[in-house]
């Protein structure tokens, strides 16, 4: 029909309309002029790459920092021959050994004064080399665990001489050696960390 006809011819002659002005815009336009609003898009489009920084180290390798008004300490068991317990106050590390030490825990704890922080961990076996009457007085100082342990089991504890520790902090952990031992006739390595309010001490 005519109408048809007219429909077409429009969309023809707006289509050809189009191109034109492509074209002539396109000569108009330098390729310097179109090449500086795209490379001012990608810089944008770019995202920034956020580098975060590296974290502070803090005493006893805590991944929080204890309070000024705090004593940091981390106990840390033994794990198979290789990996020796370790003592961790204030920063300052002390690198137990899997030799007999009971004669020496039961001389300390007993000439510990008043108002002394304890700080105990095995490596090898604790079972059979802490002697009865070390196990005796670090049953006095509050230990559930001493009296269970196993071959080799892992252990450690934190004990007050004098004062009282906070309720929520964790004061004992145990670990016996099993068929899913992480090392050969070794269990997995226990820890225990917190911080001490220094005005308890």
């Known amino acids: 029909s005519l109408s048809d006809l007219v429909k077409l011819a429009g969309l023809l002659l707006a289509s050809l309309v189009a191109w034109y002005l492509g074209c002539l815009f396109a000569a108009l336009v330098s390729k310097e002029t179109i090449t500086i609003p795209i490379a001012n898009l990608e810089d944008i489009v770019k995202k920034p790459v956020l580098k975060a920084p590296v974290p502070k180290r803090q005493k006893c390798d805590h991944w929080s920092p204890c309070s000024p008004g705090s004593y940091a300490y981390r106990i840390l068991s033994g794990g198979g021959t290789e990996r020796l317990a370790k003592i961790c106050f204030e920063d300052d590390l002390c690198v137990i050994d899997s030799t007999d030490h009971s004669k020496e825990m039961e001389t300390f704890i007993k000439n510990a004064p008043e108002?002394?922080?304890?700080?105990?961990?095995?490596?090898?076996?604790?079972?059979?080399?802490?002697?009865?009457?070390?196990?005796?007085?670090v049953e006095e100082l509050g230990s559930k665990e001493?009296?269970?342990?196993?071959?080799?089991?892992?252990?450690?504890?934190?004990?007050a001489k004098g004062f009282k520790l906070p309720d929520d902090i964790q004061k004992e952990k145990i670990n016996h050696s099993d068929k899913n031992n992480r090392y050969d006739g070794w269990p997995a390595e226990i820890q225990i960390e917190g911080c001490i309010p220094r005005n308890l001490i």
């Open 115 to 137: 108002g002394s922080l304890l700080l105990m961990v095995t490596h090898d076996d604790g079972s059979t080399r802490l002697k009865d009457n070390a196990k005796k007085l």
């Open 146 to 159: 001493i009296r269970n342990m196993k071959f080799r089991s892992s252990w450690a504890f934190i004990a």
